[in-house]
Structure formats: C-alpha cells, structure tokens
C-alpha cells in the first residue's frame, strides 16, 4: 500500500528535514506510489508523486552532496519528472527536467569513468533528450544525442559482456536514431538503424525464447523494419 506509507512517512520527512533516512524512504514512497498511478493512467497524480519525490531527493543531496547514491536517485527523479511532463505534452518542462537528470549523470560519469553504472544511466538521458529534440524538430541536435547514446551504450556492453541488459539499452538506443532519421526524411538511414536494434533483438530472443517481454520487443522491432523497407521503396 503505497499511499498508506506515504502517509506514515510524510510527517516524518516533514518533521525533521535533516533526517537523511526519513526523507530517502519517503521520496523512495511516493515514486512507487506515482508508478502505481502512472500505471494506471493517473498522470497528473503520478507526475505531483514524482514532483515531491524530487523534492525529497534534493533535500538528502542538499545534506549530504558527496553521496552518489543519493545524486542516482536525484536524477532518477528528475528523469520520472520529466517522463510525465513528456507525456502530458509540456515539453519545454520535460527537456529542463531531462537536462537536469543528464548533467547529473554526466558529473558522475565524470567522476568515475569506469563505473558502467553511471555510463548505463548517462545511455538512457542521452536517448531521452535525443528522442524529444527529435520530435521538437531539432534534427541534428536528436541525431548528435541518439550517436553518443549508441557510442557508449556499445562501450558499456563491450565491459560487460554476456550481460543481456546492456543489449537491451543498446537495441532501444538504436531503435530511437531511427525514428530520429525518420523524422529528419533520412529514411534510409533509418532502415539501418532499425535493422541494427532487429539484430540485437533477435540475438536476445535466440539467448532467452521464453522471455515474454523480449518477444513483444522483436516482434515491435520487426514490424518497424518493414515499415521503414516500406518507406524506402515509395
């Protein structure tokens, strides 16, 4: 019951701010509470969820500014934040919030070039700006992002090889360069995208053929390919 340890943890939070613990499972509360909601088509809920989950975040790194966990988790929330933005068409929120979520994971990135953590999560906002400049119209802007999200997605999977996760990111990072080429009129360059995340996909599916989840992604990718074979020969 997600609401109902919001309830209890909220006056906590509230009560003593400098409470680093308190105020961590209370953001950590209200986000699976504003996942509950977003699942249920709640958006304005879930995204005033995920508003005072941010909220909570910036306080713990407020208090404890050296803690990379704590950043993580403030740019997770800055991330959720910008998700719901995005699907509630206020878009100049979603890049400021999407923005901030990258320039957090880049610093740790920074920070720590080795940790494939960090380099993971830097994938995902690299794929998310790149996906809403597309759709702004900022073509090589989106397409810069989508080429950096697959450069270091690559790197990543190249460190942890035999990790099925990484190609996963990697597939969906492909999959957004070609809708961003799509966009753009590149439609040939966009059959190469798809065509790369069909590959990876089927890799996947090869690996697991009981998973349900990457079957759905194939099957997804596949009708995309033949879209784009489609486009190509009109």
Same mark, same amino acid.
Not at 64 to 71: A, H
Not at 81 to 100: C, D, F, I, N, T
Not at 102 to 108: A, D, G, M, N, T
Not at 134 to 150: D, M, T
């Given at each position: 019951? %997600?609401?109902? /340890?919001?309830? #209890?943890?909220?006056? =906590?939070?509230?009560? &003593? @701010?400098? +409470?680093?613990?308190? !105020? ?73 919030? %999407?923005?901030? /979520?990258?320039? #957090?994971?880049?610093? =740790?990135?920074?920070? &720590? @070039?080795? +940790?494939?953590?960090? !380099? ?87 690996? &697991? @053929?009981? +998973? ?23």
């Amino acid at each position: 019951n %997600y609401s109902g /340890a919001v309830t #209890i943890l909220e006056p =906590l939070a509230k009560a &003593d @701010p400098s +409470n680093i613990r308190a !105020q961590y499972e209370y953001a950590a509360a209200v986000d699976r509470r504003g996942d509950a909601e977003r699942s249920l088509g709640q958006k304005y809920a879930a995204l005033s969820s995920y508003e005072q989950g941010l909220e909570a975040a910036k306080r713990n790194v407020q208090k404890d500014s050296g803690n990379t966990r704590f950043q993580q988790a403030l740019a997770v929330s800055f991330n959720k934040v910008g998700e719901m933005q995005k699907e509630l068409e206020q878009e100049r929120k979603a890049m400021e919030s %999407y923005r901030a /979520a990258f320039e #957090i994971r880049q610093r =740790l990135t920074q920070s &720590d @070039p080795e +940790n494939v953590e960090f !380099q993971h999560d830097l994938v995902l906002s690299y794929q998310n700006l790149g996906e809403l400049l597309s759709k702004q119209g900022q073509h090589g802007a989106a397409i810069e992002h989508c080429r950096k999200a697959i450069a270091l997605a690559q790197q990543v999977a190249t460190k942890d090889p035999g990790n099925f996760s990484h190609e996963t990111t990697l597939s969906a990072s492909y999959m957004t360069l070609g809708y961003a080429e799509r966009r753009r009129g590149s439609f040939a360059e966009s059959l190469a995208a798809f065509e790369k995340s069909l590959e990876l996909d089927q890799r996947r599916a090869a690996a &697991d @053929p009981a +998973n349900a989840q990457v079957k759905k992604e194939l099957t997804a990718i596949t009708e995309e390919v033949a879209r784009a074979r489609a486009m190509l020969k009109k």
